[in-house]
């Protein structure tokens, strides 16, 4: 916790120095101070960049973690799928076995004394 | 005629099943807008992270132009805030929700009806031809099939097709819900920690806000410098066209946070939304929910196309 909080107050110093730079340079007249404005407020842009990547890469394990626990939700959703659809093919079979019937008859007639 | 009167008992059973409510539950219906709206939520949250990478190669391609006489060419020096591999692993918790309300808004929505309705037409056509086939008038004469009997009993078939799916939502969907609740308060808050804060007076700025404010004061302050560099150089037109493009950057800065903070909100509401579904159909709770989590979708929504109009 103690650390959290010296990290976030190191975060603060550097961000209020890029704050003072960005407003020098949006008042400065002076091409060559801008230019070294410039390179000054990229030093600390990067400082504060690596500080933000640290803190983003603090949560991807936690992020890799959960892949699998979303894996298996949607596998339980994808059975539910799959077990509508079979309601569907059902009713498709039933169909095939009208149909078979149907020319079951016909094929019976050629046969049958009527 | 004792055939016609079984066809319409089975038939107006099915449809008193229908009418009863057995069939089509709430949760199917608040299941399906759920799926819709939290596909958009994510859609934005994807924007968002491409919204930092893309940005953060903008303001090294605008150094690049200030450096290039000085330093030339530095290839590793373009490239975008988040590591290939830190991104990959959120995509696919992305990707993942995404298939999770695609799936949940499918499952649940009328489309679920559809191959048991183009079947149950296939069935009519089939029974149909069967009580219009003349060798079966040869073979038993006794046996009678009209065509309306036919049609009825496909109808029923269809009813009964839909109640066994409704049935089936009923008893698995809740299940998937609850078991997926814990994992999306997880995914959002940790997509919650990863939108972070935009820094106030200097103060407690982390993680993409303040990355993209920074970034954003960074293509400002590069702007400023080619303008001071080549002050001599630009025509008054050129010059004017380069100042008017500060304050459109500083527009575009306030827009992206904005979206951000909108997106943020967004994962906040997703949660209570999702656990609401599982409420009582009496309690109102769900349908209110729902309604922040569009409005949500449709703010973050405006404030992209606002950026992307520039």
């Known amino acids: ?8 107050a190191l975060r603060d110093k550097y961000q209020q120095l890029h704050d003072s730079i960005e407003h020098a340079i949006e008042t400065c007249t002076n091409a060559a101070i801008c230019e070294s404005l410039r390179e000054q407020g990229e030093s600390v842009d990067a400082v504060i960049t ?5 803190d983003i890469q603090a949560r991807t394990g936690d992020f890799q973690n959960l892949i699998d626990k979303i894996k298996s939700v949607n596998a339980d959703l994808g059975k539910l799928k799959d077990e509508i659809a079979k309601i569907g093919d059902n009713i498709a079979i039933l169909g095939k076995v009208v149909s078979g019937i149907d020319s079951a008859i016909s094929a019976a007639a050629k046969f049958l004394p009527v | 005629m004792q055939n016609s009167k079984r066809v319409l008992f089975l038939v107006t059973f099915c449809c008193l099943m229908l009418l009863s409510g057995c ?9 399906a807008a759920f799926g819709n709206a939290a596909s958009a939520v994510v859609r934005n949250t994807s924007t968002g992270y491409d919204t930092i990478q ?8 605008s150094s690049l132009v200030l450096d290039f006489d000085k330093s030339g060419f530095d290839r590793d020096k373009i ?4 590591p290939e591999h830190d991104l990959e692993i959120r995509q696919q918790v992305l990707q993942g929700l995404q298939k999770y309300s695609d799936d949940l808004a499918d499952t649940a929505s009328d489309h679920a009806f559809s191959s048991i309705d183009d079947q149950s037409q296939a069935l009519s056509k089939q029974l149909t031809a069967l009580s219009t086939n ?5 073979i038993a004469p006794h046996v009678t099939v009209n065509d309306s009997e036919a049609k009825g009993l496909a109808t029923a078939v269809d009813v009964l097709g839909r109640v066994l799916v409704e049935q089936k939502r009923r008893k698995e969907l809740p299940k998937i819900i609850a078991k ?8 959002c808050h940790l997509l919650d920690e990863d939108i972070g804060n935009k820094p106030v007076n200097g103060v407690a700025g982390i993680g993409l806000r303040d990355q993209l404010w920074d970034e954003y004061d960074a293509l400002i302050r590069n702007q400023i410098t080619y303008i001071r560099s080549n002050s001599d150089k630009l025509s008054p037109a050129e010059k004017k066209a380069e100042i008017s493009k500060l304050p459109e950057l500083a527009q575009q800065q306030l827009d ?3 979206a951000l903070v909108a997106t943020q909100k967004a994962l906040r509401d997703l949660p209570n939304a999702h656990k609401a579904l599982l409420a009582s159909d009496k309690d109102n709770t769900f349908k209110e929910r729902l309604q922040v989590l569009i409005a949500d979708g449709q703010q973050i929504g405006s404030f992209y196309s606002k950026l992307q109009s520039k």
């Open chain 2, 180 to 187: 997926m609740q814990p994992v999306l308060e997880q995914i």
């Open chain 2, 79 to 82: 490239k975008p805030f988040i």
């Open chain 1, 50 to 54: 690596a500080m933000n990547l640290a």
């Open chain 2, 256 to 258: 992206a946070d904005a």
């Open chain 1, 1 to 8: 916790m103690g650390d959290e909080i010296n990290q976030q």
């Open chain 2, 54 to 61: 893309r940005t953060t190669i903008d303001v090294g391609v």
């Open chain 2, 134 to 138: 003349a060798d079966l008038k040869k």
């Open chain 2, 23 to 31: 069939a089509f539950s709430p949760l199917a219906k608040k299941s």
